[in-house]
Each structure stands twice: as structure tokens, then as C-alpha cells.
């Protein structure tokens, strides 16, 4: 009889369950999964809570629509509670909020802006972008009086947007004239870079904490992380109880050693397994296509026999749709400097190149 590896329930059913959320991609021959080991009561759980936001509400929810994990008809998808998404590129909608939607071909994705109003001193550069559900009295204050030392753009999807926040800005105190029409932001090449700015609330570091779990799980059995030297990172994941020692923590360094914080030689899934630098404690890190690096403290002392061949590390690479294992020589180790391993969430993250 199987045992669940997270609430240890033993009445089951149990459900397989995928090591890397299918909305990750999935693998071939086989995608990664666990089985007999994660209850059906766990598993919906998970499915809701944890990876929804994960994959509809974060940086990596709008990666998979950039590499075609998900479809581009399916942009509606996205949630803009946790997410924001502005125009980077230097021009008259810089700093303008956007959403993607799917472009004419029905393929792409192309930023759309949102119903919102800019505000620029005469003499500046910089505009003040203010959404159309920020739009009020005190909000557009600075901006009254002001004819002749002000700019003013609306932009929005539609023309009814348009007016509407024409007349929203009246009642503000904020009357102007017309002069023009804003044209798409232009650049060399045709594209349009967006700058993407989120929170990561505790949703998005569980969902994170469960992948490396079941990686774990799977690279070393389910039996290993049943003990209870992970306890600590299990109710974490299943009940959102923070322990003492953070769990997750996101870090800029990439995973792999030939990689840098401008520069990643791929786009794939990266998960990794080894001893912290104390060698007392067991960390994983995660990065969902190679880009933020979460490390997740599984377990800050392990009571077991010390082993040196817990370290693994595979990669999902999203184009072959293939997993394979990655070169311990590829990896560079995590130093974690005593404040973290104190308990301390300002703990300070370093990285260090090691062979072998």
C-alpha cells in the first residue's frame, strides 16, 4: 500500500503525479512521474492552488506563451494580479502598461496596450502612466493647472476606452486639447521589448518547493523524502507553514557554471539536487527556462549516512521535449553564508565555481 509523501496519508486513492507540471511541457518517451506516493486529495490541491498561479500569474506563466507551451489563442489565460507588463523600449509609450494578446496570425503574441493615461512635464522625459482603475482626484492632482508645462497621451484598445478616459479625466479637474495620435511603438527588428515586473507570493514558492520535492522523490524514491528530516519543507508545500529556516528563496545566479546572469546557453527546465555547503543540509534549486533561480532548502540538517551520490540534476529541454541528466561539471555549487543557515531571511547568496 502506497503512502502519500506529503500529508502521509495511507487510504489513498493515489494519483500519478508529474514531477514537472504538464504545463511545463511534457517529456519524451515518458514525461516524469510519480506513482503510488501522492494522494488524490493532495493532488487537487496542488493542481488549484499552487500551480495555477504559477503557471498563469508569473514571469514563467508569460515564458510559456513566448516559447509555445501554451497556445497564443489561450492569452486570456493570464493574470494580472501578480504581473505587470510595460513597454521598455525608449518612445512616447515607454513605461506604458500592456497585456499580451494573440497577433493576427492567431501564433504570436503581441502587446496590447491597457486604458491608461501618461503625464509628462514639459522638458521631461520620464511619464507617469496612470491605469484607468488608479484614475481619481487625488491620484491626477499634480496634474491640474497645468496647460502649457504638461503632456498628456491616452491610449487604450479601443476608441470607446479612449473616450471613456477623456471624460474620466474631466471630472478629474483635467481638460485637454487633441494634437495627434499616438503610433505603435517602433523599433529595428519589429519586435517590442516588454519589461515584466511580479510579485512572488507564497502560491508561486510552494509550486516551486513541490517541483523539487517530486524531483527528489523521483531521482531518489519516495521512501527518502518520507522522512522526517523533510518535514519541515513537506508542510510548507501542503499547509503553507513557513518554518523557521526559509525555504525558498529566488537568487539571480544561474544553475549552470557556463551560464551568466546575461547570458543562458538554454531555455530549458533545470532542477538540481545536492548537499548545501555545510554538507549537513540538503538543497535543491529550480529554474523553470533557465531563467530566475530558486533555491529550496528541502531539509537544513539531515539526520541519515552522509552520501556523495545524492547530487543529480537533470534538464527538460522544451524544443526536443527530452530530459536528460546534466553533468555534475556543468553545475555550480550554492554557498550559503552562515545567516541563512541561522535562520535569517537576509541571509546573503553567493556562488562559487567548483570542479567535479
Known sequence: MGTCMYCRSTDGPFHREHVMPQAFGTFEPESPILRDCVCVQCNNFFGGALEMPLSRDSLEAVLRLRYGLKPASEWKDLRYKQLKLKVLEPGPWAGATVIL?????????????????????????????????????ERVAPYRDAQGKLGIRVCGPSATDHKRLIETLARCGIKFVKQGDLQAPITTDGTVGIQIETEIDSAIFRAVAKIAFNYVAWAHGSEFVLRSDFDDARHYIRRG?????????????????????????????????????????????????????????????????????????????????????????SLIPVVLRASYLAGKQAGLIAARRRDG
Open 101 to 137: 494578446e494573440a497577433d493576427r496570425t492567431g501564433n504570436g503574441i503581441e502587446p496590447v496596450p491597457v486604458a491608461q493615461a501618461g503625464f509628462c512635464w514639459t522638458g521631461s522625459s520620464t511619464w507617469d502612466w496612470v491605469l484607468e482603475e488608479e484614475m481619481n482626484a
Open 241 to 329: 507553514k513557513e518554518p523557521l529556516l526559509r525555504v525558498v528563496k529566488p537568487d539571480k545566479n544561474p544553475i549552470l557554471s557556463n551560464d551568466s546572469r546575461h547570458f543562458r546557453q538554454t531555455n530549458g527546465h533545470l532542477v538540481v539536487f545536492d548537499w548545501n555547503y555545510s554538507q549537513r543540509g540538503l538543497l535543491a534549486r529550480v529554474s523553470l527556462f533557465n531563467t530566475m533561480t530558486y533555491l529550496v532548502l528541502l531539509c537544513p540538517d539531515y539526520s541519515g549516512i552522509w552520501r556523495d551520490n545524492l547530487r543529480t540534476g537533470h534538464h527538460f529541454d522544451i524544443e526536443s521535449r527530452t530530459v536528460a541528466p546534466i553533468q555534475s561539471t
